[in-house]
Structure formats: C-alpha cells, structure tokens
C-alpha cells in the first residue's frame, strides 16, 4: 500500500510558477512509475507528466511541454511538478499517481492540490 500526498497548490498569476510535491509513504518508492494528472471542472482527467523509476525517462502532455518539469528523489520518496509560464488553463486540480507496470494503470492515486491560474 502506498498513500500519496500533494502539496504546493494556490493562486498565481498567468506567467507566473508553482512547485508541486507529493510524498510518498513506503520503502518502495522506487519501484513505482510516477505520474501527475489534472482535472478541471467539467473536463476529463487528463493527463501531464510521468517519470521512470530511475528518473531517467519522462514523458510530458503536449500542452505542458517546454512550461512544466517532472523530477523526482527516490531518497525522499518525493516526486515533483514544477509548473512555470501558467496559463488560466492550467487552472485544475493536481493528483500525483503511482504505477508499478509500465503499461499498467496507475493504481495509487493522491487527494490532489488546487492550482488557480488568474489572468
């Protein structure tokens, strides 16, 4: 069992940043896929990052690519989503997910953190 908290959520301005964590509880952090998704009102779940066990791989939605970054430290069990040049539509809230299987479904899954973009 792995339980998921993210933190770093608020209100900022367009063109402005925010820094997103999720710690993990667990000694296998390391063993899990980990990806951060966003649902807005109204819309589907979408997702917008995910990084490899290693960190070594990313892979990132289009409409975040060159604005957000995914890092990880398998030392503290924490993942990160650094979020720069926000957009209104980015406004969403922000869940951080763990997988085992590459090709599998993310199976843990966080309460998530508001983020409100004004413009």
């Known amino acids: 069992q792995v339980q998921l908290v993210e933190s770093g959520g608020g209100l900022v301005q367009a063109g402005g940043s925010l820094r997103l964590s999720c710690a993990a509880s667990g000694r296998t952090f390391s063993s899990f896929v980990m990806g951060w998704f966003r649902q807005a009102p109204g819309k589907d779940q979408e997702f917008v990052a995910a990084m490899s066990r290693n960190g070594g791989s990313t892979t990132y939605a289009d409409s975040v690519k060159g604005r957000f970054t995914i890092s990880r430290d398998n030392a503290k069990n924490t993942v990160h989503l650094q979020m720069n040049s926000l957009k209104p539509e980015d406004t969403a809230v922000y869940l951080c997910?763990?997988?085992?299987?590459?090709?599998?479904?993310?199976?843990?899954w966080g309460q998530g953190t508001q983020v409100t973009v004004t413009s």
């Open positions: 997910a763990a997988k085992r299987v590459v090709a599998g479904p993310y199976i843990y």
